[in-house]
């Protein structure tokens, strides 16, 4: 059941652009792989491409993961071949498995694969501090926006400045949602000349959930199509 829930399509890839933050296009090449001065680069989420015009909950997880990278001076393709290891160990979306995040035997394979590959510290998922081996800062950022279920992905955070907005494969068709309530309706709405204290009252939030809501949408609307 819970692999069945990580294979779920449910996204387009202008989906996962706007919804983690990407440039238009960003997810099709990280999942399809790109052509560039005649050489193709290969997937970095997908082990090779497969012409599907969608996306699964857990190619979206992990498209997350890869999207706290997008502010770094640093290529994510460079991940690709700890990513294909990480398959070996942890099975399909290894980036959406709580091992990975929450085991001490799961972080240990992560160095030793990290070691294997020569992945690049800016580009490492675990570290060494103080003697202790924890998820680097841009894991941990990524680990506070997930809540795992079953040992997987089970609900995700596309933006953790808006904790309230939620996005769960078994709910609003995946996308993000506060309470069940669709942001892009409330915010639709919002625009359309319906009062934040009417929404509220109409879809049983709080104001400050209905501000949340539209807070998101202009994010994913304007920053994240810059």
Same mark, same amino acid.
């Given at each position: ?14 989906? !996962? ?7 238009s ?9 790109y ?19 969608f ?5 979206? !997880? ?10 770094r ?9 700890? !990513? !294909? ?14 091992r ?17 590959v020569?992945?690049?510290r ?18 941990e ?13 089970g ?21 993000p949602?506060i ?16 009062s ?22 202009l ?8």
């Amino acid at each position: 059941m819970a692999d069945s829930l990580l294979d779920r399509a449910i996204y387009s890839y202008a989906d !996962v652009d706007r919804l983690v933050g990407l440039h238009s296009g960003t997810a099709r090449r990280w999942l399809e792989g790109y052509e560039r001065a005649g050489q193709f680069y290969d997937p970095v989420l997908r082990p090779e491409p497969t012409g599907a015009d969608f996306v699964t909950w857990g190619e979206m !997880v992990e498209a997350r993961l890869l999207a706290e990278f997008r502010n770094r001076d640093v290529a994510v393709q460079r991940m690709r071949p700890a !990513v !294909v290891q990480l398959r070996k160990e942890f099975g399909p979306y290894p980036l959406a498995h709580a091992r990975l995040f929450l085991d001490v035997e799961g972080r240990e394979l992560v160095r030793v694969v990290q070691d294997q590959v020569g992945l690049e510290r800016r580009l490492q998922l675990v570290v060494v501090r103080n003697g202790q081996l924890v998820l680097a800062d841009t894991a941990e950022r990524f680990r506070s926006a997930v809540e795992f279920d079953g040992g997987i992905a089970g609900r995700l955070k596309p933006d953790l400045r808006t904790p309230d907005v939620v996005m769960d494969p078994r709910r609003a068709f995946g996308q993000p949602a506060i309470r069940n309530v669709r942001t892009d309706s409330l915010a639709e709405d919002y625009r359309a000349g319906t009062s934040r204290d009417v929404l509220a009252d109409l879809y049983d939030l709080s104001a400050e959930q209905v501000d949340a809501a539209i807070r998101f949408e202009l994010i994913a609307g304007s920053e994240r199509a810059a």
